[in-house]
């Protein structure tokens, strides 16, 4: 069983920077390819990005991958998301997820395909 502690939301005014940090327990860390997820309120979730067992090929959504890199760091069980220019739209609270550790592929977009995740982080930005 796979745990996921997400921390690094808060308050910030637009075009600002935010790193989040995801924290997995309970399980073989790179044995999971992993994804960042946001729902902003009101809507539904919605993906962010995704990064591989090794954390040599990554994917984000088209609406923020020139803002948002995703990264991981297998020696500390720790993936990030580290986001530039932040804007009021990304106003959201966000998750980290694994999916189940015996995937083929690591590019993975759909909530469906993530078995595990995390309580999520607020992040506020202000205009």
């Known amino acids: 069983q796979v745990q996921l502690v997400e921390s690094g939301g808060g308050l910030v005014q637009a075009g600002g920077s935010l790193r989040l940090s995801c924290v997995a327990s309970?399980?073989?860390?790179?044995?999971?390819?992993l994804g960042w997820f946001r729902q902003p309120p009101g809507k539904e979730r919605e993906f962010v990005a995704v990064?591989?067992?090794?954390?040599?090929?990554?994917y984000c959504a088209d609406s923020v991958k020139d803002r948002f890199t995703i990264s991981r760091d297998n020696a500390k069980n720790t993936v990030y998301l580290q986001i530039n220019n932040l804007k009021p739209e990304d106003t959201a609270v966000y998750y980290c997820?694994?999916?189940?550790?015996?995937?083929?592929?690591?590019?993975?977009?759909?909530?469906?395909?993530?078995?595990?995740w995390g309580q999520g982080t607020q992040v506020t930005v202000s205009s």
């Open positions: 997820a694994a999916p189940s550790s015996s995937v083929q592929r690591w590019e993975k977009t759909m909530e469906y395909e993530y078995e595990y």
């Open positions: 309970g399980g073989a860390f790179t044995d999971y390819p």
């Open positions: 990064i591989d067992w090794t954390g040599g090929f990554t």
